[in-house]
């Protein structure tokens, strides 16, 4: 069993920062990628930013020059650091992650339970 747990959302003023977290714990054989989507209220979950086990990165073009992704691999972790945040970043951003159980297992995608962000003064 996978869990993926995420941390560090909460309420911000414009222009401030924000740090999220995601643990993956479990029965592990490799993550693939792990990234970050948001859900905004009334539209589709889209996807904010990835990081890949080579360590490349893609960012949604709206995110570009203020979010960071990073990962730990050795604590299975990933991050999303949010600077200059603006309203329009106020979503549930949810943690995801492909991962194989098993060297002869295919790639399977977890998500984490979602935490909020809210940019508001």
């Known amino acids: 069993q996978v869990q993926l747990v995420e941390s560090g959302g909460g309420l911000v003023q414009p222009g401030g920062s924000l740090r999220l977290s995601c643990a993956a714990s479990?029965?592990?054989?490799?993550?693939?990628?792990m990234g970050w989507y948001r859900q905004a209220p009334g539209k589709q979950r889209e996807l904010v930013a990835v990081i890949r086990s080579g360590g490349n990165t893609d960012y949604a073009d709206s995110v570009k020059g203020r979010f960071t992704i990073s990962r730990d691999n050795a604590k299975n972790t990933v991050y999303l650091q949010m600077n200059s945040l603006k309203p329009e970043d106020t979503a549930v951003y949810y943690c995801?992650?492909?991962?194989?159980?098993?060297?002869?297992?295919?790639?399977?995608?977890?998500w984490g339970q979602g935490t909020q962000v809210t940019v508001s003064s």
């Open positions: 479990g029965s592990i054989f490799s993550i693939v990628a």
């Open positions: 995801n992650a492909g991962i194989r159980l098993s060297i002869t297992m295919r790639t399977q995608d977890y």
